[in-house]
T-cell receptor, first 106, second 115 residues
């Protein structure tokens, strides 16, 4: 049983495209995190959300607590955005999705 | 300032051996987390410290795994009688304050290979 489900698992986009990655969860949470992991690299925290919407540069994250769903959007995608994006939620402990592998082609 | 550091970066050991993995969190971070990540999977929660005490160790897979944080800073994850299935990247993260509601800063991980 996966407490956190992400879609799609893999995504290939052309440079400049608008990208959406989805996350659904089944547990009660106090916060949701979006993380970025580059191949062979460490994990970087992008956003922490408990409600509404946050924006940082070309990245936008939204959450709907009632529907237990969050989305990560990337506007004007660039090859350097290629990475694995991981959704994690905190209820009584951390639960992680398996990640969405994004490849942006020049 | 310095981020979270982990040592060693790679560890190769033989089945049945004992290993210790070290995490140095960001100075002043009271919360420290250990995770395990297998290839192609998301991280899996192992244990969370608040200060010196293990606030939640429900993710430790069995009693071969143990972690300490005696002075509320550096933490060591200890694995006894290693098995091939323990091979993974072990990640450490730290944050201010309570788990979940604060941004976590991750270390680069220790890649453990059990032969």
């Amino acid at each position: 049983k996966n407490e956190v489900e992400q879609s799609p698992q893999n995504l290939t986009a052309q440079e400049g495209e608008f990208i959406t990655i989805n996350c659904s969860y089944s547990v009660g949470i106090s916060a949701l995190h979006w993380l970025q992991q580059h191949p062979g690299g460490g994990i970087v925290s992008l956003f922490m959300l408990s409600s509404g919407k946050k924006k940082h540069g070309r990245l936008i994250a939204t959450i709907n607590i009632q529907e237990k769903h969050s989305s990560l959007h990337i506007t004007a995608s660039h090859p350097r955005d290629s990475a694995v994006y991981i959704c994690a939620v905190y209820g009584n402990q951390f639960y992680f999705g398996t990640g969405t592998s994004l490849t942006v082609i020049p | 300032g310095a981020g979270v550091s982990q040592t060693p970066s790679n560890k190769v050991t033989e089945k049945g051996k004992y290993v210790e993995l070290r995490c140095d969190p960001i100075s002043g971070h009271t919360a420290l987390y250990w995770y395990r990540q297998s290839l192609g999977q998301g991280p899996e929660f192992l244990i969370y410290f608040q200060g010196t005490g293990a606030a939640d160790d429900s993710g430790l897979p069995n009693d071969r795994f143990f972690a300490v944080r005696p002075e509320g800073s550096v933490s060591t994850l200890k694995i006894q009688r290693t098995e091939r299935g323990d091979s993974a990247v072990y990640l450490c993260a730290s944050s201010f304050g309570l788990a979940g509601n604060n941004e976590q800063f991750f270390g680069p991980g220790t890649r453990l290979t059990v032969l």
